[in-house]
């Protein structure tokens, strides 16, 4: 092993070498051994030179030193911006330190099973959990882009196909939603127009937290639904598909120009139960964005609708902060597709194509573009789509740096 000083890294080969080891099923049906326990020392002791642990500790003691101004909270949005500056560089040193701290308790259990002072399957679970800790925090730092520490904004539209593929896109809501609360992330629904006799026609979901855009920009696109109808009276097997739009959540962090003569305003009554639940004021709002792309000069019109709450000033405040989200997004698009003529040795990601496909009765879910594919159709269905995040981020991150 190379002393720390000599540890070379660079992007791509750190990115590719990644690939590898996620590929690489984990196998501890036997106890550790020797050449695994260096392994996961090495991995460890790539990390801190990779993320340059040393240099965020500076870091983080002179921007906390920036907090101790006694005008430091006169301009709130920037310290607030301070402020979550330094909690990242917390989350990156704290992290770190807690892997290593795992680290060591290996090495210490390794020495200890000889002695008979803790079994085999203990120092295997110990060996499990470090190399999850390690694959985690690899993978964060894949989040690399500014954009990818942003939340993120959910649209979900039905594809044709009536009451079948309305069906299919409320199960893609509740997956979004199971995988949002699993992670702690805070959900809204900013807009929901439901099916004719079930399930629903479009939803606008936001994402709260960091790199929620990050984790789930791996989701744009067609997804496509097999199985046997439950709406189909002679049981036959039908083809769905609804579209996942996904475009970052932008905070205050992020400035944005909206032009104010592009913007007009509707107001509408909101949808309710009925009875003292029938929203009898028009706190739902319409949102109209004349667009003009500053770099072709064609015109489109950007509507958007939010009845998130029953206040209207403050569903206005939630359709701005859309609108801010899709301007972000159409200048990131540009971005991407100028890097894209620059790099074109590299393999494109086709924003808006069928990317996934779930075949229940075959109990298979299948990423066109990674090729990973699981038999757990259940456990996808309740949100549990992190392997195809992580392939997806394995397979793409060099892509869109």
């Known amino acids: 092993m190379l002393p720390p000083h ?3 890294l660079n992007k791509k080969s750190t990115t590719l070498r990644l690939t590898m080891i996620f590929k690489q099923p984990l196998n501890i049906r036997d106890m550790v051994t020797p050449d695994q326990l260096k392994e996961v020392q090495r991995r460890t002791e790539s990390l801190s030179h990779y993320l340059d642990i040393e240099s965020k500790k500076i870091e ?22 301070q402020m979550r500056k330094i909690k990242e560089l917390h989350f990156w040193i704290d992290s770190y330190t807690a892997l290593e701290k795992q680290v060591e308790e290996l090495e210490l259990a390794f020495d200890f099973v000889k002695e008979g ?13 470090l190399i999850q800790s390690v694959e985690k925090l690899e993978l964060r730092n894949m989040l690399r882009r500014e954009e990818d520490k942003l939340g993120v904004v959910l649209k979900i539209n039905s594809g044709a196909g009536g009451t079948e593929s309305q069906d299919w896109a409320q199960m893609l809501m509740r997956l979004y939603l199971r ?22 026609k479009s939803v606008t979901v936001n994402v709260e937290g960091d790199y929620a855009y990050g984790y789930l920009k791996s989701e744009n696109g067609v997804h496509r639904l097999v ?10 097997r039908m083809t769905s598909f609804a579209s996942v739009f996904v475009t970052p959540l932008v905070d205050d962090t992020i400035e944005i120009h909206v032009d104010p003569a592009a913007v007009s305003w509707d107001t509408f009554r909101s949808g309710g139960a009925g009875g003292q639940n029938v929203n009898k004021v028009e706190s739902g709002v319409r949102l109209r964005y004349q667009f003009k792309d500053p770099y072709t000069g064609e015109e489109e019109e950007i509507l958007i609708e939010n009845t998130e709450t029953r206040d209207q000033p403050k569903n206005k405040e939630n359709a701005m902060r859309q ?31 069928q990317i996934r496909s779930y075949v ?12 990973y594919q699981t038999s757990d159709v259940g456990g996808v269905m309740d949100g549990d789509i992190d392997e195809f995040i992580k392939a997806y981020l394995m397979e793409f991150a060099g892509t869109s740096e």
């Open 179 to 200: 995988w949002a609360e699993g992670h702690g992330y805070k959900t809204s629904i900013a807009q929901l127009l439901e099916g004719d006799d079930a399930g629903i």
């Open 117 to 129: 002072l803790v079994t085999e399957e203990e120092v295997d679970a110990q060996y499990a959990s």
């Open 6 to 8: 000599k540890v070379r």
């Open 60 to 81: 983080v003691e002179e921007e906390e030193l920036r907090t101790h101004v006694a005008d430091f909270w006169d301009d709130r949005t920037k310290a607030e911006a």
């Open 360 to 371: 229940f009765d075959d109990r298979r879910v299948k990423d066109h573009r990674t090729n």
């Open 323 to 353: 609108l801010k989200s899709i301007l972000y997004d159409k200048e990131l698009q540009h971005r991407m597709a100028e890097q894209a003529k620059v790099e074109a040795g590299k393999k494109k990601i086709e924003w808006g194509s």
């Open 227 to 236: 199985r046997v109808s439950p709406y189909n009276a002679q049981g036959k």
